[in-house]
């Protein structure tokens, strides 16, 4: 069934690993911020934490992507599970012991270099491989089938997390997410390969690493549609984690009781199902609009009017409708953005780019987080939402520019990322 030697083996590998993925991440989402708070962090703090954690992605992302592209996608991938599952051991010994708030931010940015060994690599060795196997169909198709995947995994997670922390402790799914994150190493040793990609390792490494960094900035910043995209990622990329994270307390607190962790686990429940939602809302976008830009100046717009909107009302159940809305848009555009960028970054510099996009959205997390859970602690979770569409809508010019840079992958059924030029 996992075979890498056709286009069906490199999918399910690519399925099997991002449900174990964010199987294992989830099962701390609906409960991640209630965790910090309940370590002794004020909301500062812990979305100080989370900023730290954004802060060690956007710091890590490029290294990482240089070693995806010079050392292989497959080890970066098993040296983020790795790095995962050591400091999520971490995370839960801090919380026995109520460790400092430098503590937290150290650990997060470990948690951060974790995943940024996942970003780019992963996308890199499906969009590669694909190709290499013989693949013709359109990368939306295989993005949604991860997002649908990804989207269920999210969902069993994050409720079995938010109630399983309920009838035990708030430790327990962090337990649960080590083993999960263990299986998932050891899957990815065994079933993945580089296919299609060969690392370029006989100039030497640090000869190497100067000529992808030197290419990927042509391809990446110096590429008129991505770098629009990168400049937009501060804002949808701070405002997003935010959004998601923070309606944990905010859902608990229309809810009225502080200590209902199930309900808290429905904020990433709701996303979940969203994602699933969304993903297979994917094929009718394509139907209905004719460029992959459009998809986005719309998704742009939508979502810093549905964050206001969610910061505006005052009962449960309006807040739930509001997030599913919100995340059935926000999972349908993401991979149509995936399908964009892959279609005119070259192969040999995928990885690199793909990570210096993810810095971008990290970079933003690192200002946004705190600032918008300073405004929490003052004016209370509906404000910040408000605050946080005004700085969504700061996105909106940037992927307009998109838009008008017209880049190859543009057109709905435009040219696969193999007839990209390469450097």
């Known amino acids: 069934m996992f075979s890498t030697l056709s286009w069906t083996g490199v999918r399910n590998t690519y399925l099997l690993l991002t449900l174990l993925q964010t199987l294992a991440a989830s099962f701390i989402w ?44 497959r080890l970066s991938f098993v040296l983020g599970a790795g790095t995962l599952f050591a400091s999520t051991l971490l995370y839960l010994f801090m919380w026995q012991i109520h460790a400092g708030f430098l503590a937290w931010a150290i650990v997060s940015a470990l948690l951060g270099l974790g995943f940024t060994f996942f970003s780019g690599a992963t996308e ?71 296919i ?34 990168m400049l937009a990622a501060p804002f949808t990329g701070g405002v997003g984690i935010y959004v998601f994270y ?9 809810y009225g009781d502080p200590e209902a962790f199930g309900i808290a686990g429905l904020a990433a429940a709701i996303v979940a199902g969203a994602q699933v939602l969304g993903g297979m809302v994917v094929p009718y976008l394509r139907r209905i609009f004719k460029r992959r830009s459009t998809i986005l100046v719309t998704g742009a717009i939508l979502s810093a009017v549905f964050i206001a909107l969610l910061g505006l009302v005052s009962t449960l159940v309006a807040a739930i409708a509001i997030m599913v809305v ?6 349908a555009v993401f991979p149509v953005r995936q399908a964009y960028i892959n279609g005119v970054i070259p192969s040999k510099q995928r990885a690199t780019v793909l990570s210096f996009d993810s810095l971008m959205s990290s970079a933003g997390g690192v200002v946004v987080q705190p600032a918008l859970g300073r405004s929490a602690d003052l004016w209370g979770y509906g404000t910040s939402y408000l605050v946080a569409a005004a700085i969504e809508a700061l996105a909106i010019p940037f992927v307009i520019g998109a838009k008008r840079s017209n880049a190859a992958s543009d057109p709905i059924g435009s040219l696969p990322p193999e007839e990209v030029e390469p450097v």
């Open 124 to 194: 890199a060795w499906l969009v590669d491989a694909l190709d290499a196997t013989g693949f013709e169909g359109d990368l939306e198709s295989v993005f949604a089938k991860g997002q649908i995947v990804s989207g269920i995994a999210m969902l069993s997670g994050s409720v079995a997390g938010g109630y399983i922390a309920q009838a035990t402790n708030l430790g327990v799914p962090y337990i649960l997410r080590g083993a999960v994150l263990f299986l998932t190493m050891v899957m990815a040793l065994l079933l993945m390969r580089d």
């Open 30 to 73: 609906g409960i991640n911020t209630l965790f910090l708070l309940d370590a002794g962090l004020n909301n500062l703090e812990a979305f100080g934490a989370n900023a730290a954690f954004t802060a060690g992605m956007m710091i890590f992302e490029i290294p990482t992507g240089v070693v995806a592209d010079t050392r292989g996608r």
């Open 326 to 331: 919100w995340g059935i848009m926000f999972s």
């Open 246 to 254: 923070a309606a944990q307390p905010y859902l608990l607190e229309l």
């Open 196 to 229: 299609g990609f060969q690392p370029e390792r006989s100039r030497g490494y640090r000869s190497e690493v100067k000529t992808i960094l030197s290419a990927s900035v042509k391809h990446g910043w110096g590429n008129p549609p991505v770098r629009w995209l």
